[in-house]
């Protein structure tokens, strides 16, 4: 059974940082992209940032690029996220989640999340 | 950078209704469209892929369809724990972006 777990949330002054943790078993984790996204109390969900199985390559919504990093350590079947420079527009519920591709109609490949973590709250707050 | 627009934002039924909720990108993303539904504090779960392509485990009363930039996803009849809110997503590039949400309420 695929299992994202999700750690490392908690209560941050404005200014600080924070690493999240995702903790995945189940699947061959080392073959697969993976996602953070993250959702304000109330508000809809807004992707953070992907990175590949070798994680070489990152990408991260225009917002978090200056201020968050991702990595991975695939001999600990782990995934990071490491914010810095936390506002409070950071508040939010982050989820990891695992990038599966379907080949689908025989040639036409299609990317979609299709495992989440349960999240972990951040709250930056003074 | 992709943006889309979910359409519409609430949308009030009752069970054994069949709905559609409209997803429109703002370029063209061919089939790189997923659809999610969410429940209050719980976290997304997918419900189709490639535009059209249910996930395993989803009932058949889930549809997607569409291409290019105009995108639906149908319910053929309203059960109650379809009540949720539910998101569209583009992967034709980075950033993945989400659309805004159609919250879908009990009449």
């Known amino acids: 059974e695929v299992q994202l777990i999700e750690s490392g949330g908690g209560l941050v002054t404005p200014g600080g940082s924070l690493r999240l943790s995702c903790s995945a078993t189940?699947?061959?984790?080392?073959?697969?992209?993976m996602n953070w996204v993250r959702q304000a109390p109330g508000k809809g969900l807004e992707w953070v940032s992907s990175?590949?199985?070798?994680?070489?390559?990152?990408f991260f919504a225009d917002s978090m690029r200056a201020r968050f990093t991702m990595s991975r350590d695939n001999t600990k079947n782990s995934l990071f996220l490491q914010m810095n420079s936390l506002s409070a527009d950071d508040t939010a519920v982050y989820y990891c989640?695992?990038?599966?591709?379907?080949?689908?109609?025989?040639?036409?490949?299609?990317?979609?999340?299709?495992?989440w973590g349960q999240g972990t709250l951040v709250a930056v707050s003074s | 950078d992709i943006h889309l627009t979910q359409s519409p934002s609430f949308l009030s039924a009752s069970v054994g209704d069949r709905v559609t909720i409209t997803c429109r990108a703002s370029?063209?993303?061919?089939?790189?469209l997923a659809w999610y539904h969410q429940k209050p504090g719980k976290a997304p779960k997918l419900l189709i892929y490639g535009a059209s392509t249910l996930q395993s485990g989803v009932p058949s009363r889930f549809s997607g369809s569409g291409s290019g930039t105009d995108f639906t996803l149908t319910i053929s009849s309203l059960q109650p724990e379809d009540f949720a809110t539910y998101y569209c997503q583009q992967f034709s590039g980075y950033p993945y972006s989400f659309g805004q949400g159609t919250q879908l309420e009990i009449k």
């Open positions: 989640a695992r990038v599966e591709i379907t080949l689908i109609r025989g040639f036409i490949t299609a990317p979609h999340l299709d495992h």
């Open positions: 370029q063209v993303i061919a089939s790189y």
């Open positions: 189940g699947f061959n984790f080392s073959a697969y992209n």
């Open positions: 990175i590949d199985p070798s994680g070489d390559y990152v």
